[in-house]
T-cell receptor, first 112, second 115 residues
Framework: EAQVTQNPRYLITVTGKKLTVTCSQNMNHEYMSWYRQDPGLGLRQIYYSMNVEVTDKGDVPEGYKVSRKEKRNFPLILESPSPNQTSLYFC???????????FGDGTRLSIL | AQKITQTQPGMFVQEKEAVTLDCTYDTSDQSYGLFWYKQPSSGEMIFLIYQGSYDEQNATEGRYSLNFQKARKSANLVISASQLGDSAMYFCAMRGPTGGFKTIFGAGTRLFVKA
């Protein structure tokens, strides 16, 4: 089954404790992206990647890191999480820029 | 800067009626793509319809159509014959070439379908 898989689905953690949210897609898509969703703000792009080793900042990259060492994986790293990063996070992938994105099921992060 | 505006935070529609969800965008790019996604209460993001900036025909996908007015920079979603299962959050999104794969979303419109 074609899918984008995020882990974990839910995480409650504390300020400053490094965490990684994994994202993997099995569709051989070139493009991958991370978003955060907050009430009233829609989805905001954090980082995106157009291919292996090619990443770029979205609108809200501060406090986040990404890497794309393999085509299928695009982990999101919070080196020192803070409460304002409490949000619902989505990973997405797409074969090209004019085709729709396939989204993962989301990861709800709570940072205390 | 690119921007997407969805001016209707919430809307009600009677079952079996048509409804239009508004989306206006701002970009200086000539080449861009417009997408609509649905997010039910279960939380997943579901792709509905796509319109390329150079497409001359309005996109249609089943009960969904996109009313694309390029000069007015609007890309409204029309849902015909609303069903109870259409109750959800709807997001308009734009992807443009200057940002590569950079994508911006509107704040969304919550649609309630009444029986």
């Amino acid at each position: 089954e074609a899918q984008v898989t995020q882990n974990p689905r839910y995480l409650i953690t504390v300020t400053g404790k490094k965490l990684t949210v994994t994202c993997s897609q099995n569709m051989n898509h070139e493009y991958m992206s991370w978003y955060r969703q907050d009430p009233g703000l829609g989805l905001r792009q954090i980082y995106y990647s157009m291919n292996v080793e090619v990443t770029d900042k979205g609108d809200v990259p501060e406090g986040y890191k990404v890497s794309r060492k393999e085509k299928r994986n695009f982990p999101l790293i919070l080196e020192s999480p803070s409460p304002n990063q409490t949000s619902l996070y989505f990973c997405a992938s797409s074969p090209s820029s004019n085709q729709p994105q396939h989204f993962g099921d989301g990861t709800r992060l709570s940072i205390l | 800067a690119q921007k997407i505006t969805q001016t209707q935070p919430g809307m009600f529609v009677q079952e079996k009626e048509a409804v239009t969800l508004d989306c206006t965008y701002d970009t200086s790019d000539q080449s861009y793509g417009l997408f609509w996604y649905k997010q039910p209460s279960s939380g997943e993001m579901i792709f509905l319809i796509y319109q390329g900036s150079y497409d001359e025909q309005n996109a249609t996908e089943g009960r969904y159509s996109l009313n694309f007015q390029k000069a007015r920079k609007s890309a409204n979603l029309v849902i015909s014959a609303s069903q109870l299962g259409d109750s959800a959050m709807y997001f308009c999104a734009m992807r443009g070439p200057t940002g590569g794969f950079k994508t911006i979303f509107g704040a969304g419109t919550r649609l309630f379908v009444k029986a």
